[in-house]
Structures are given as structure tokens and as C-alpha cells.
């Protein structure tokens, strides 16, 4: 299958976009742990990303779709994939319709996660991400068995530098501006299939899984 998941920041998306990608066995292809990469490696893309980033805002079009492309061609995404967090725009949205046309392939659904904005504060702020393996954490609904160690890998749990209140709000009003209209796009298209990320994460990710059956038929 493939698959897009969207909501604000904060709604889950990454959370569930691993276990999902895990049960389908299909790539999980995250834009932001793309791009905090190559912030750690230093690269010129990184450097310039970081800018962005740190105030919350988007990085330029022309670059992430580069990078999407790029990965989007590697044969592990023959077998379907799962993207997290692309497009967040409209021009991102019309540049992957064209990169998919190319090759003939189409989304079969969008993942839509929805969380009241005032839930989404808390969960930003208390997110804990390991630094060796990108595992998360919440301080509170998502506890390490050993405080600011990965259960995965025992790598260091840190805090991501947008994470700060005032960049939640930021990346909120910049969602609900430029990547929220994209549900309509794809509504459209009847692509979009809309959860409710308000519970358990657990129960969200049955209710993905059983929407996603019913998809597949
Ligand atoms: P996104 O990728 O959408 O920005 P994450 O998956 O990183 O979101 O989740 C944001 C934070 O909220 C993380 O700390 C995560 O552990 C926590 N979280 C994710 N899903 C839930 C949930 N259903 N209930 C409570 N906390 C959650
Ligand atoms: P969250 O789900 O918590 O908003 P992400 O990890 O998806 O965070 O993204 C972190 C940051 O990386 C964004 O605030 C933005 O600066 C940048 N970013 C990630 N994906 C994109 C994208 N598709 N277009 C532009 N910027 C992006
Ligand atoms: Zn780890």
C-alpha cells in the first residue's frame, strides 16, 4: 500500500506510522527525521534546514521534494510506502501527484489523525526522542522503563530544540495554514480516512489497522 499519515505536530503521526509501517512491511519515510539527520551529519541541506526548523517554520519547498524524490526511487519503496509528515503543502502535494504518475503509481489513502489543539501542547513539550535510533518517548503517556534511556537501544533520550511551547505554537498556526487545506485536496479524491488520535495509543493504532482492512478488502 501506499500510504500518507497527517495531522498537526504532536498528533502521533510518527508513533504510529512505525508500528503501521512494521505490520505492512513497507518503508516508514519521515521528512523530519530526514532532515534532523542531515542536521547531525552536518550536511550544506542540514545547515540550512536547521534555520527553518528551530523557528518552527517550514523548509523550502524545492528542497524537501528533492529529497522525497530521491528516497521515493529506492527500490525498498516498490513495495509500498509510508509517508510521514510530505507533503505539508500544496506544491509539495502537486510535485509527489507527479513523481507517483511518472512511475504509475497512486496513494491509496491518507491517515488522518486528529487531536484537539490544546491536548497538542503537552505532548510536545513532553516528548523524548532516543538520539541513536529516533525512538519516542513521553515523559508522562510514554515512559522509558529507565528515565532518558531508550528501551530499544539504551541510547540518550533528548529533547528536540522545537520543541519549546513557543515553537508549538508556531508550527500549529503554520499546519493549520499551508497543510491542513491539503486534506481537502485529497478529500476530494476521497483518499481520506480520519482517526481519532485522542485515546490510547493502542486503540489508535487498531483503529488504523482496521480502517486500513477495509481498504485492502
Ligand atoms: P508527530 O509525529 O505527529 O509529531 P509523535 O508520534 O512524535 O507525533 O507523538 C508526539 C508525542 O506524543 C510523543 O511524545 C508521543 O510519545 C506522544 N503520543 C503519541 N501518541 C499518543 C497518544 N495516543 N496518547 C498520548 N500520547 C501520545
Ligand atoms: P512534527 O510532526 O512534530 O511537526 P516533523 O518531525 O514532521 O515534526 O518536522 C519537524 C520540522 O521539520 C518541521 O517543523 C519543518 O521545519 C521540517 N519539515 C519536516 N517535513 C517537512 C516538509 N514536508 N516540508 C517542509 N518542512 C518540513
Ligand atoms: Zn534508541
Known sequence: MNLLIMGPPGA?????????????KIPHISTGDM????????TEMGKKAKEYMDKGQLVPDEVIIGVVRDRLG??????GFLLDGFPRTLPQA?????????????IDAVININVPRERIVARITGRRVCRACGDTYHVVNKPPQESGKCDKCGGELYQRSD??????NKRLDVYEAQTQPLLDYYGRQGLVKD???????GKVLQDILDTLKQ???
Open 94 to 106: 502537486e510535485a509527489l501527484d507527479e513523481t507517483l504518475k511518472n512511475v504509475g503509481i497512486k
Open 74 to 79: 529506492q527500490p525498498d519503496c516498490k513495495a
Open 195 to 201: 482517526i481519532n488520535g485522542d485515546q490510547e495509543i
Open 35 to 42: 532532515l534532523r539527520e542531515a542536521v547531525k551529519q552536518g
Open 163 to 168: 520543541d519549546t511551547e513557543e515553537t508549538v
Open 215 to 217: 481498504i485492502k478488502g
Open 12 to 24: 502521533g503521526k510518527g508513533t504510529q506510522a512505525v508500528e503501521v509501517a512494521k505490520e505492512l
